[in-house]
């Protein structure tokens, strides 16, 4: 009996899914604390998710790579992603450091046995006439580093071209509004655990960061649609 008891809690320690994210970027980022509502996800879908975060203010990745706290902390804790984010770098200079500093993420992430991505951001409303290179630059450094891609950008592209949904964006028209940070949350949980069907979710569950239900079941309608 006693060993019925501990094969079943064998059983169900193993059957629950863990991920570890460490977030690497700027303020995109930790706006609204955004990694925890990821986290607050995986509680509402039976994922153990637990996130960290070295994120400071107008930070692009080659400054993470320099001021050395992120070696620093990977050589202390172990991760299962380290997603990195930087301006929507729509420029050619922006193109560059995508691929040549994200090929420098690679290497320390390859070094410490974790999976790297891209988190994909969005333009600021006045220059919301360069998200095509935005996604596209993205697209092209995940690519040639053969990184993951998380096209939060892309979602949000789409979403915004339905003018009666929720706004995105906060009041300085480039920072995400508390939809803005859950619509990058939801995509971000999708990409990492896309055998969980988001039409089961209850829009109640989540009214704290989104307020219209039609808001709601659209983002996830695009999610499913467009994150593959």
């Not at 039976?46 to 320099?66: M, R, W």
């Not at 922006?94 to 500093?101: K, Q, S, T």
């Not at 892309?154 to 300085?172: G, H, M, Q, T, V």
């Amino acid at each position: 009996m006693k060993k019925l008891f501990f094969l079943l809690i064998i059983i169900l320690h193993t059957s629950v899914k863990s991920q570890n994210i460490l977030f690497v970027g700027n303020s995109l980022t930790y706006t609204n604390n955004m990694p925890q509502i990821i986290e607050y996800l995986g509680k509402q879908n039976g994922v153990v998710i637990k996130t960290e975060s070295i994120c400071l203010p107008n930070y692009a990745i080659i400054d993470h790579i320099n001021d050395g706290n992120l070696q620093k902390l990977l050589n202390k804790k172990q991760f299962d992603y380290l997603l990195i984010q930087q301006g929507p770098s729509s420029q050619e200079e922006g193109r560059r450091m995508l691929v040549e500093d994200g090929a420098k993420m690679k290497a320390l992430a390859n070094k410490h046995n974790i999976k790297l991505g891209y988190f994909m951001v969005w333009p600021s409303v006045k220059y919301y006439f360069t998200f095509n290179k935005v996604i596209e630059n993205h697209e092209v450094a995940a690519k040639k580093n053969n990184a993951l891609l998380f096209p939060v950008g892309k979602i949000w592209k789409a979403y915004n071209a339905n003018e009666e949904l929720e706004n995105l964006y906060s009041f300085d028209n480039f920072h995400p509004s508390k939809t803005g940070s859950f619509l990058a949350a939801l995509t971000i949980f999708h990409k990492l655990n896309p055998e969980k069907n988001l039409k089961e979710l209850n829009f109640k569950d989540y009214s704290q960061w989104i307020s219209n239900q039609a808001s709601f079941q659209k983002m996830i309608q695009l999610i499913l649609k467009k994150s593959n």
